[in-house]
């Protein structure tokens, strides 16, 4: 938690990314690191394997300072479990390529450090990246239903992490709201403009897993390559690492401006490469420990991972309070899990804003989690923007806040960097930067319901009430059944004189997903405008008695006695929120739908209270 609170803080990361989002290159000792990886001394090229390419990014973003082993062993594995002895002979072979031990520092027990002077320059790559699609992994009898989706997931955040300069990976959120859907890997591909996709099927031999993997050029469907891994079945952590090489290797080798139309490349089933082997990828087999029963115990933990991190993702209330409970049993299991951290931390962020959770709860848990890292220097990035939420949030610290956001101002759009961004602006009543980065985002992620449906209620709180009804129709007819576009389609539509659609939507939403209290609440709201206050009045009632024996998230029901009349009830539901420190109290001050309590001196109060964390994070920072 020192890196969120330090205020020196926004110093510790430099993204290695010039203006537009370009790779930058490097002058240093001589040598130059041009933005496409190809490294010179003067005009000699000097060959790097991929992973001693990564570490040498990393240290020249960081140059003059100490960059952890935990950072190294983060960036260039992620969560596959390697040797302890992996990131220093990764950085000795480093050293012995450049023939400059001097360059990079070793410092006793913190980790490395590049000493040589360093001078970044911009540049662009002569062509774009092809755009690459990976769909979901089809799965076989005998395989966990978690896995296609996992392995697929993981592979994209591999490659992200190479930030290949021919490929361009797409959106995760739009592929797989496509996937549900039932479009093909070509029509997947096709929709979201991708010059390939990637698709195949993963199936479960007696004692092995086969993954069968193959590249699809979209426009004719031609079949680029084929390509098998076959992994033991105990061995499975660290498959996607595996294939993630093999993918770059054959981009980078093959996927030329001049790619002839013809190309293909079928390849038999492949063992993994021995990891010691000049520039090979990882090996299935580094990922286990030379100590058996701790092999065991990791693989173990890296399971449960992959499965909760299928399960929280539904959304589902018992779902998700199950996948916490296994991802904590991941990391008391391997505490060097990182993965299985972020996601807890967002998860716990998440649950805040589905009211499945207390944000105090939510904090404690997300907070004990980031505290449990190691070495709080090498605090991963991903979980910054969800602590700077709950330190706005919560503790009421927007200096913290900011800092934290500001540290990870340079992570690339997902969605939950995105959401706590977004969030974080629209309940600074910060309208149109919100309403930019998701505009930006949709951009990237073009099918992706909840951003959507988070920019009609950006421009809904905005007060662009027309702009704001189009695009919650716009959604609607886009991602129909989708909670996102129902849940503020829903409020927007009963508030601007469509409450029997609005009715409707919360309605079925609400029977969907019976503990999801935002969406009872809309129902209600949408009742009240509908003139039916019988029933929006017997909604509020059941959700008071739910109240006595859970957590009820009541930030919407303020709305709904505005509707009935009742601005003293309404004035009581928004005490309570900010007490609770509801995570979207700040946000509703701003709904239009609380007009008639603008004036009351107690509304007025509560509005002066955002104002007051405004003007003294000014003042400490003047």
């Known amino acids: 938690m020192d890196r969120v609170h330090n205020s020196t803080a926004d110093t510790l990361t430099a993204p290695a990314i010039g203006p537009a989002g370009v790779e930058r290159g490097f002058a240093f000792a001589g040598f130059r690191l041009e933005p496409d990886g190809s490294l010179f001394r003067g005009h000699t090229p000097i060959h790097l394997p991929p992973r001693e390419l990564a570490a040498l990014r990393l240290l020249l973003a960081r140059a003059g300072q100490i960059v952890t082993p935990l950072e190294l062993r983060q960036a260039l594995w992620g969560d596959v479990h390697v040797s302890a002895d992996s990131v220093p002979r990764c950085l000795s072979s480093l050293r012995a390529r ?295 949030h919560f503790d009421r610290d927007l200096p913290a806040a900011l800092r934290a956001f500001a540290l990870s101002a340079h992570l690339p759009h997902d969605q939950w960097v995105t959401r706590a961004r977004t969030m974080f602006a629209l309940s600074r009543h910060r309208f149109d930067e919100a309403i930019r980065i998701l505009r930006a985002a949709i951009a990237l992620d073009p099918f992706s319901p909840w951003l959507h449906g988070r920019l009609a209620w950006a421009l809904h709180l905005a007060g662009r009430a027309n702009e704001s009804v189009e695009q919650a129709r716009s959604a609607l007819d886009l991602f129909p059944g989708e909670t996102g576009p129902s849940l503020y389609g829903a409020a927007i539509l009963a508030f601007n004189g469509q409450p029997q659609r609005a009715a409707g939507l919360a309605q079925d939403l609400a029977r969907r997903l019976p503990y999801f209290d935002l969406a009872t609440a809309a129902h209600a709201y949408a009742l009240a405008c509908r003139g039916s206050a019988g029933e929006a009045r017997a909604i509020l009632e059941r959700l008071e008695w739910l109240g006595r024996e859970r957590y009820v998230l009541g930030a919407f029901t303020s709305a709904v006695y505005v509707a009935l009349g009742e601005p003293d009830a309404a004035i009581a539901q928004l005490r309570a929120s900010m007490s609770d420190r509801c995570p979207w109290f700040f946000q509703t001050l701003a709904d239009p739908r609380l007009k008639p309590l603008h004036g009351r001196p107690d509304f007025e109060q509560m509005r002066a209270v955002l104002a007051a964390i405004e003007a003294q994070a000014e003042h400490s920072n003047s």
């Not at 021995?274 to 087999?285: F, R, T, V, W």
């Not at 030379?290 to 992959?306: K, V």
């Not at 998440?350 to 939510?362: D, T, Y």
Request: proline share 6%; aromatic share 8%.
């Open 98 to 392: 450049l023939q400059s031990g001097d360059c990079i520092q070793t410092v006793y027990k913190r980790g490395y450090r590049l000493t040589a002077h360093v001078q970044p320059y911009g540049g662009a790559p002569s062509v774009s990246p092809f755009r690459l699609a990976v769909v979901p992994f089809a799965i076989g009898y005998g395989v966990p239903g978690y896995l296609g989706a996992a392995v697929a997931e993981q592979t994209v955040a591999v490659l992200a992490r190479a930030r290949s300069s021919v490929v361009a990976v797409m959106a995760q959120d739009s592929v797989l709201t496509l996937a549900r859907r039932g479009l093909s890997a070509q029509e997947i591909g096709a929709a979201l403009k991708a010059d390939f996709v990637l698709t195949g099927t993963l199936r479960a031999l007696p004692s092995h897993f086969r993954l069968r993997a193959e590249m699809i050029r979209v426009r004719d469907a031609v079949q680029v390559w084929l390509e098998d891994v076959l992994v033991e079945r105990d061995r499975l952590a660290g498959l996607e690492s595996e294939l993630a090489d093999r993918l770059n290797l054959r981009l980078n080798s093959s996927f030329s401006p001049s790619f002839p139309a013809n190309f293909t490349a079928n390849l038999s089933i492949a063992q993994p490469k021995p990891a010691e082997s000049p520039g090979a990828g990882l090996s299935i087999d580094a990922a286990a420990e030379p100590d058996a029963e701790d092999s065991l115990r990791r693989r173990e933990a890296y399971d449960i991972f992959q499965r909760a991190h299928h399960d929280w993702q539904t959304f589902e209330r018992h779902q998700m309070q199950d996948a916490l409970q296994h991802l904590l049993r991941a990391t008391e299991i391997d505490p060097s899990l990182t993965g299985a951290r972020v996601d807890l931390v967002n998860l716990c962020v998440e649950q805040a804003f589905h009211g499945f959770m207390p944000l105090a709860a939510a904090a404690a848990v997300a907070r004990r989690t980031a505290g449990q890292v190691p070495d709080p220097a090498g605090l991963p990035d991903a979980m910054l923007p969800a602590l700077g939420w709950i330190s706005f």
